[in-house]
């Protein structure tokens, strides 16, 4: 099977989310059939790891990048290669009756520490972290902060996005 139909799906605060990886040296190519822009097709995809490099003109793709709801997506046929292994995560409006959620993205670099308040949704999708001093995990995980806040100190870059509320 292709690598690029291998979709993993999550539930992230109630979302359906879906995670995608591709082996360094994958090429393939996606088509657009009109001219839009990701706000129109509802949908938002954060890439993780590695970096998919564009045979076609358009944009690059690289670790810690999210969806820019108003970029124009030019009808066309584009082609891509995968530089180095690459996972994204991705939604659609479609998955989630007809809604997106509102996120930001976090980056956190290997040995920094980073605070999030109570109220927090966190959810970190690639690298390995500690939490409050605990042993060492690694994404994806999610993180609804309840009582006095949580730090999360890194062993290796981490990516993660913050919810504004569940669904």
């Known amino acids: 099977m292709s690598p690029v139909l291998k979709f993993i799906r999550h539930n992230i605060f109630g979302w359906d989310f ?4 591709l082996p360094a040296g994958y090429k393939y190519s ?15 995809t954060y890439w993780v790891a590695g970096s ?5 003109g358009v944009r ?19 082609k ?7 996972k994204w ?18 980056v956190i670099e290997a040995g920094d520490t980073a605070t999030f308040g109570v109220g927090t949704l966190l959810f970190l999708a690639e690298g390995e972290f500690k939490v409050n001093n605990q042993d060492a995990v690694k994404g994806p995980k999610t993180y609804k902060i309840v009582s006095e ?6 062993v290796t870059k981490t990516y993660g996005l913050v919810f504004i509320k569940e669904k």
């Open 80 to 86: 891509f290669i995968v530089e180095e292994d690459t």
């Open 149 to 154: 806040g949580a730090q999360i100190t890194t």
């Open 60 to 78: 690059d793709r690289t670790a810690g990048e999210i969806t820019d709801p108003s970029r124009l997506v030019p009808a066309g046929k584009y």
């Open 18 to 21: 879906f995670s995608k990886e």
């Open 52 to 56: 998919i490099k564009s045979a076609s």
């Open 89 to 106: 995560f991705c939604t659609t409006a479609r998955a989630n009756d007809n809604m997106l959620p509102e996120v930001s993205t976090t």
């Open 30 to 44: 996606i088509e657009v059939l009109v001219d839009t822009n990701y706000a129109a097709a509802k949908m938002i």
